[in-house]
């Protein structure tokens, strides 16, 4: 059975082939994700603790690390986070991604870390939009992105 694990400097350090790996975790085959996204996820994991905010995971199951998900940012004033995630490429198609939104929704609902959550899609992502309307997400509308074109803004509440 899958679950998340709260994700620690150390599991980047290992992820990222800096340290043996710990917790008796293990990557999946092609690792989690490219290295240049790990360290990215790694900063921004840093500044959400550096301000006291810990909802980034782990997705484990069986022992090997098949994600990794999280807020992007710390919760707004209004109390309002958004999300994100990710699978690994060998691990895809398995359910992972719909299971740990499941879970972070479940985390933030139990810590009260935030009372609305939101995402953005990819148009052309039909996978992950499917995950978000699956743990009952509703569309907010779309914006332009100038790197990613257009994105479906997502958005659900969340009831302790």
Known sequence: MAYLLPITDDHFAWLLSDRAAQDGLRSPPGGVD???VLKMLRRATARLH????????????????????????????AGAAEIGYGVAQSRRRQGYATMAVGLLIREVAETKAACRLLAET?????ASQRVLERNGFSIDG???????????????????
């Open 34 to 36: 490219e290295h240049g």
């Open 50 to 77: 550096a301000a006291g905010c810990h909802a980034s995971w782990l997705i484990v199951d069986q022992h090997e690390v098949v994600g990794l998900c999280g807020f992007k940012r710390p919760a707004n004033t």
């Open 122 to 126: 990819a148009t052309s992502n039909l």
């Open 142 to 160: 779309v914006r332009q992105d100038a790197e990613d074109g257009e994105l479906i803004l997502w958005s659900r509440s969340v009831a302790p």
